[in-house]
Structures are given as C-alpha cells and as structure tokens.
Nanobody, 126 residues
C-alpha cells in the first residue's frame, strides 16, 4: 500500500510560480509511474502531468505545456510539479497519484491510477 502526501500549495498572483511536492511511502517508489491531476470547482477531474518510473519520460496536458515541469527524485521518494507562469484558470485542488509502471504508451500514463494523495489547494489570483 502506497501513501502519498502533497505539500507546497498556496495562493499566488497570476504570472507567479509554485512548486508542489509529493512524498511517497509504503512501496518501492522507483517501480511506480507518478501523475498529477487537478480538479477545479464545478469541473471534471483533469490529468495534468505524469512521469515514468525512471524520470526519463514525461507527459503533459496541452494547457500546461511549457509552463509546468514534472520531475522525480527516486532517492527521496518524491515527485515534484514546478508550476510557472500561473494563470487564474490553474486554480484547483492538485492531487498526486501513483501506479505500478507497466505502461507502454502515453495514454496509459493519463488514466487509472491506484493510489492518491489528499490534495493541495492552488489558488491563482488575477
């Protein structure tokens, strides 16, 4: 059983930056694909970014490409989401997620995660 704990959310002005962290425990971190998802009030749960087990492959939804960067440190059992040039439409609760990395293609990294964190609020003011 994997436990995930997010940190680093907060309030920032448009154009600013935040870095989210997600610390994992209870499993062999380097065997897991890691993802970030978000949900804004009244909107669907949305894939944001994912990274494969080694960190060698990353995937992003179109709306954050060039602004957000996902990375991981397997020695620290932690995945990060660096968010730059934030926009008010990025306001949401951000969730970290994990699953065993058996993926063979990009589509696999955007769905069906097994473990979830409690979420971190990110609010971007205009």
């Amino acid at each position: 059983q994997v436990q995930l704990v997010e940190s680093g959310g907060g309030l920032v002005q448009a154009g600013g930056s935040l870095r989210l962290s997600c610390a994992a425990s209870g499993g062999t971190f380097s065997r897991y694909a890691m993802g970030w998802f978000r949900q804004a009030p009244g909107k669907e749960h949305e894939f944001v970014a994912a990274i494969n087990w080694s960190g060698g492959s990353t995937f992003y939804t179109d709306s954050v490409k060039g602004r957000f960067t996902i990375s991981r440190d397997n020695a620290k059992n932690t995945v990060y989401l660096q968010m730059n040039s934030l926009k008010p439409e990025d306001t949401a609760v951000y969730y970290c997620a994990a699953k065993r990395d058996y993926c063979a293609g990009i589509g696999c990294y955007t769905v069906r995660y097994d473990y979830w964190g409690q979420g971190a609020q990110v609010t971007v003011s205009s």
